[in-house]
């Protein structure tokens, strides 16, 4: 055997169509039979590594309506002999249709191949090789199916071993860190396993090839699943293997095998896929046991904001075996979505009266949303909000209590005094900013979260009403600030006060009986002059100013002040009336909360 063409670059593996990658001989492997042993290389020097799956003959003009990947063709060109013109387009249509390489034999009917044909598979990589003129067809196929076969016996033995010893890892109690472990083993090769947003769950090999690793973008590298499978040239530095983490329909994140010296194998995929497989298993195995003792905590954590759940010394034993300390000052931290879809409601206090007993207000159902479900869109961000809290919460404090209900998420962290000025310094402005930035990262579509805190406590027994306090706070900010809002609850000034009356009716009869027909929302006039009545408190009775704002006459203004005192009293000259008017608006601005 021996090659005449250029060298043009390295070889690029094959994809079969199927999507994962074939087992059988490259062609370079092919050459170097027995039966081929006097075949000349004339062409494609940089096809070598294409794989040869099956092989075929070509003896009828329309033979590429019959040819499939990854096939080695023979032929002795007899149905070309007597359109030569042809042969120019003949390695591009075979090249374009997948095959692995086209053998000829010349002399009987053709006698050479023309430059244009040898030059555009030297352009391809796309080989071609001349067959010796002793060898029959019959011969080549024999020994190269037979060569195939074997190789496709053996590696599938391979794999088949090591997927029982994988999953006898995994029976006897393994994680994904052993799993990858025997991986790196059998490979020789760092092996790491990635979530779906590149955070590396387990590695195993040398560190600096585990650490090159976190930067690889296997997502978008992704040589599995739809697009295919493949070995990743990286930037001339070294090969990936890359196989997606995949568990009933869900994308769990990526297994990547990385040599710096190239010594992976199109073979080793086989035993890369099945790690895939069993990483699939070990992470929905975590899942469903992370789901548990996650609903175990919350359950747990909302019967303690309800007040059901025994006195001090219970709930903080209790707490311990979470490895929560609520042993020490604390405060509660509410985080709730903005923009969230009208008929989800907000989060529904654990001592609410509508309360059904097991911490879900009516109208829950059994997994927190409210009736008919939230979009799957709004699921996502909550548990991706719960997430960021988490994460951000444990760094900071690894005693903290943390947990995601239907609609909010709440945490119970450590307080230094519980100052209001935390809210701008210390660890829980570090937690909201951590939590935020976390909270923002890979998000499809811009959302944000409103933040409420409490007053510190320094008994369990006090977190219902501290708990009720950041639910006010996280309300009462929203609607004060808007989105994004970051509130404490002795930040709230007065209306932390009118936040504590207990009774929602006599707060909007008091605003019915100041307002009187100004507390409607039905008459544009109406509502009109009670934003006049605003803007005039707001200035304490400038006349000049409240015009300048509203953009009125002064005359005009000077008119509706008429208006609003016949309809109100002379507030003008009444400080305790318009004390009371000022409550009345600011109730009107809590509606809702």
Same mark, same amino acid.
């Given at each position: 055997m021996s090659y005449t063409s250029a060298d043009p670059g390295p070889p690029a593996l094959r994809l079969a169509s199927t999507g994962t990658l074939t087992y059988g001989l490259s062609v370079g492997e092919v050459l170097g039979v027995s039966t081929l042993n006097g075949a000349r290389l004339i062409a494609g020097r940089a096809g070598l590594e294409r794989i040869v799956q099956r092989l075929n003959v070509m003896e009828v003009p329309d033979i590429l309506s019959w040819v499939k990947p990854n096939e080695l063709l023979l032929t002795t060109g007899y149905p070309l002999r007597n359109t030569p013109q042809s042969l120019g387009n003949l390695v591009a249509d075979l090249d374009e249709r997948g095959l692995a390489a086209l053998a000829i034999k010349l002399g009987r009917y053709l006698d050479s191949l023309p430059a244009e044909m040898i030059a555009q598979a030297d352009r391809r990589g796309f080989p071609l090789i001349l067959l010796p003129n002793d060898v029959g067809f019959d011969d080549i196929l024999n020994q190269v199916l037979t060569d195939i076969l074997n190789r496709q016996?053996?590696?599938?033995?391979?794999?088949?071993? $090591?997927? /029982?010893?994988?999953?006898?890892?995994v029976l006897c109690g393994g994680g994904l860190q052993e799993v990858v472990d025997e991986v790196a083993t059998l490979l020789e090769v760092a092996v790491v396993v990635l979530d779906g947003e590149q955070r590396v769950l387990a590695g195993a090999g040398p560190d600096e090839h585990v650490e090159a690793m976190r930067a690889f973008d296997a997502g978008r590298h992704a040589a599995c699943g739809r697009g295919g499978c493949g070995i990743i040239g990286a930037h001339g530095t070294g090969d990936h293997l890359v196989v997606p983490v995949m568990a009933g329909g869900f994308d769990h994140g990526r297994i990547v095998a990385f040599s710096p010296d190239g010594t992976l194998r199109g073979t080793d995929?086989?035993?890369?896929? /099945?790690?895939?497989? $069993?990483?699939?298993?070990? @992470?929905?195995?975590?899942?469903?046991?992370?789901?548990?003792?996650?609903?175990?905590?919350?359950?747990?954590? /909302?019967?303690?904001?309800? !007040?059901?759940?025994?006195?001090?010394?219970?709930?903080?034993?209790?707490?311990?075996?979470?490895?929560?300390?609520?042993?020490?000052?604390?405060?509660?931290? $509410?985080?709730?979505?903005?923009?969230?879809? &009208?008929?989800?409601?907000?989060?529904?206090?654990?001592?609410?009266?509508?309360?059904?007993?097991? !911490?879900?207000?009516?109208?829950?159902?059994?997994? !927190?949303?409210?009736?008919?479900?939230?979009?799957?869109?709004?699921?996502?961000?909550?548990?991706?909000?719960?997430?960021?809290?988490?994460?951000?919460?444990?760094r900071h404090d690894?005693?903290?209590?943390?947990?995601?209900?239907?609609?909010?998420?709440?945490?119970?962290?450590?307080?230094?005094?519980?100052?209001?000025?935390?809210?701008?310094?210390?660890?829980?402005?570090?937690?909201?900013?951590?939590?935020?930035?976390?909270?923002?990262?890979?998000?499809?579509? /811009? &959302?944000?979260?409103?933040?409420?805190?409490?007053?510190?406590?320094?008994?369990?027994?006090?977190?219902?009403?501290?708990?009720?306090?950041?639910?006010?706070?996280?309300?009462?900010?929203?609607?004060?600030?808007?989105?994004?809002?970051?509130?404490?609850?002795?930040?709230?000034?007065?209306?932390?006060?009118?936040?504590? $009356?207990?009774?929602?009716?006599?707060?909007?009869?008091? @605003?019915?009986?100041?307002?009187?027909?100004?507390?409607?929302?039905?008459?544009?006039?109406?509502?009109?002059?009670?934003?006049?009545?605003?803007?005039?408190?707001?200035?304490?009775?400038?006349?000049?100013?409240?015009?300048?704002?509203?953009?009125?006459?002064?005359?005009?203004?000077?008119? &509706?002040?008429?208006?609003?005192? &016949?309809?109100?009293?002379?507030?003008?000259e009444d400080a305790h009336l318009r004390l009371n008017l000022t409550l009345a608006l600011h109730v009107l601005r809590m509606r809702g909360i």
């Open positions: 016996a053996a590696v599938l033995a391979r794999t088949e071993e $090591v997927h /029982r010893a994988l999953v006898h890892i995929l086989g035993i890369l896929e /099945r790690a895939a497989t $069993v990483a699939a298993l070990v @992470v929905t195995k975590q899942q469903a046991v992370a789901a548990v003792e996650s609903k175990y905590r919350a359950d747990f954590l /909302r019967d303690i904001l309800a !007040g059901r759940a025994g006195d001090d010394d219970r709930v903080i034993a209790h707490c311990d075996g979470f490895g929560w300390d609520l042993d020490r000052p604390v405060m509660v931290i $509410v985080a709730e979505l903005d923009g969230r879809p &009208r008929g989800t409601g907000g989060p529904v206090p654990a001592t609410a009266p509508e309360n059904d007993g097991k !911490g879900r207000g009516k109208g829950a159902d059994s997994d !927190g949303g409210t009736r008919g479900g939230r979009g799957i869109e709004e699921r996502s961000a909550q548990e991706r909000l719960a997430a960021a809290w988490t994460t951000a919460v444990r690894r005693g903290a209590a943390v947990a995601s209900f239907a609609h909010e998420v709440v945490a119970i962290v450590g307080a230094d005094g519980g100052d209001p000025a935390e809210l701008t310094a210390g660890p829980v402005q570090a937690m909201l900013k951590e939590a935020s930035s976390i909270f923002a990262e890979h998000l499809p579509v /811009r &959302r944000t979260f409103s933040t409420g805190i409490s007053r510190m406590v320094s008994s369990p027994t006090a977190l219902p009403e501290a708990y009720e306090q950041a639910v006010k706070a996280v309300r009462v900010g929203r609607q004060l600030n808007g989105a994004g809002a970051r509130a404490h609850f002795d930040q709230l000034g007065v209306y932390r006060l009118l936040s504590l $009356v207990s009774d929602p009716e006599e707060l909007h009869a008091f @605003v019915r009986e100041t307002l009187g027909d100004l507390a409607a929302d039905d008459e544009p006039e109406l509502v009109d002059l009670r934003r006049t009545l605003q803007v005039l408190l707001e200035t304490n009775l400038n006349v000049a100013e409240t015009a300048r704002r509203l953009h009125f006459h002064y005359n005009t203004l000077r008119y &509706r002040i008429g208006k609003l005192e &016949r309809m109100l009293g002379a507030f003008t």
